[in-house]
């Protein structure tokens, strides 16, 4: 349906791969496979984490963490989960008891189970690390996942479906602005310490839209039906003016937030992971909420910082300053646009 209508809107549909990108005018040149060329007068990279067109300040200054799940849609006997409830963030480890080797890597690089019960004879269950880097590997995922299902009692009889899952969270944004637009994964958009997008790339996809418009029609000279930049300078004001629609400041300041965020989660063990969710899950839903969706700006995430902290446990409290008392500095010189170039790194 979503198809159809941009068919009728005039959107037309092409099989190949996006290859480079070239800005030698204000007309942009898209190379692509079996030797294509598109031309356009803005081009927005929409390839997710691909990396293909738009540009990074250098391979070493993105640098992400990762969100790994490894799932299964299963048949089972039977499962203990009620099914008007959806299972998150279980972080127990009785099913490794028996397997030392294994509790010790999870209690340095934990994962939780999560459980989306359809019936009782069926079910989604999913391994997942909330931020590591490297990545923790699918086959451990998978690994710790079985030892889960059998300590459950849980015994599959067909897996309808397998899901492999790896997010890069947060990282260095993309040059901005440079003349390659770009949306959802390509712009950077995953909250660097959740790992979510989907809904916040649907919410500015519009926001981005209606700049893009208003860049043709305020910037542009007119040839013919087609609006263009007459020049290269004017398709760089263009592409900046929707780059700052995408990055505005106070964006930013929160995506250093979030980063932040994940800096102290990739340095806690399970028994800090466990801590630092039982405050934040007991915060009000204003703060917690908000965090999740990013719905608040620098000065409400400071006071849900300092919530979080006063919620916490006395070992949750020594944890979270001990692990942010490096990042804290880096976070708020990088806020601040410090003049020399910080990274958690
Ligand atoms: C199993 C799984 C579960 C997930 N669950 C969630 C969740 O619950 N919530 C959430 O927010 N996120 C979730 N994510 C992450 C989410 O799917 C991604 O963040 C999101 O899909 C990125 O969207 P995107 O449109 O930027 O890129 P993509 O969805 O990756 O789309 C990019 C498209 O561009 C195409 N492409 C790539 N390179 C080129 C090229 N050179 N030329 C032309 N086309 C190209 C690709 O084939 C692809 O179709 C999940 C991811 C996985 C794998």
Redesign the pocket.
């Known amino acids: 349906m979503l198809l159809q209508k941009a068919v009728k809107s005039g959107v037309s549909f092409m099989k ?4 480079k990108v070239e800005h030698s005018s204000e007309t942009s040149v898209v190379h ?1 496979g079996n030797d294509v060329e598109l031309r356009a007068s803005l081009v927005l990279d ?5 990396k ?2 738009v540009e990074y300040a250098g391979d070493k200054s993105y640098s992400p963490g990762y969100q790994g ?1 490894y ?1 299964v849609m299963v048949e089972v006997e039977s499962h203990p989960f009620p099914l008007d409830k959806m299972l998150f963030m279980d972080w127990r480890d009785s099913h490794l008891d028996d397997a030392p080797a294994m509790k010790a890597a999870n209690a340095k690089l934990p994962t939780f189970l999560y459980v989306m019960p359809f019936s009782p004879t069926k079910i989604f269950v999913e391994e997942t690390s909330l931020v590591a880097k490297p990545a923790i590997s699918f086959p451990e995922l998978k690994e710790r996942l079985d030892l889960r299902m059998k300590h459950l009692g849980i015994k599959i009889k067909n897996v309808e479906e397998e ?5 890069p969270m947060g990282g260095e944004l993309p040059i901005h602005p440079q003349r390659t637009l770009a ?4 712009a950077g ?2 909250h660097p310490s959740t ?7 649907l919410s500015t996809a519009p926001t981005v839209a209606d700049k893009i418009v208003d860049a043709l029609d305020s910037f542009t000279g007119k040839e013919g039906t087609r609006k263009k930049a007459v020049s290269a300078a004017e398709a760089d004001r263009m592409a900046a003016a929707i780059w700052a629609s995408l990055w505005p400041e106070e964006r930013l300041q929160q995506r250093e937030f979030f980063c932040f965020g994940q800096d102290v989660l990739l340095k806690l063990d399970l028994q800090g992971t466990r801590d630092f969710f039982d405050s934040f899950f007991t915060l009000s839903d204003h703060f917690w909420r908000g965090f999740l969706s990013a719905h608040l700006d620098l000065p409400n995430l400071i006071k849900f910082g300092l919530a979080l902290f006063l919620n916490a446990c006395p070992d949750a409290k020594f944890n979270i300053l001990s692990k942010g008392v490096t990042g804290l500095p880096i976070m708020l010189g990088r806020v601040a646009n410090a003049p020399f170039y910080m990274s958690y790194d």
């Open positions: 190949t791969k996006g290859l692509c929409a390839a997710g984490f691909s293909t067109l799940a799932g899901e492999y899952c790896l997010i949306v959802g994964g390509a958009l995953v790992g979510y997008m989907v809904s916040r790339a």
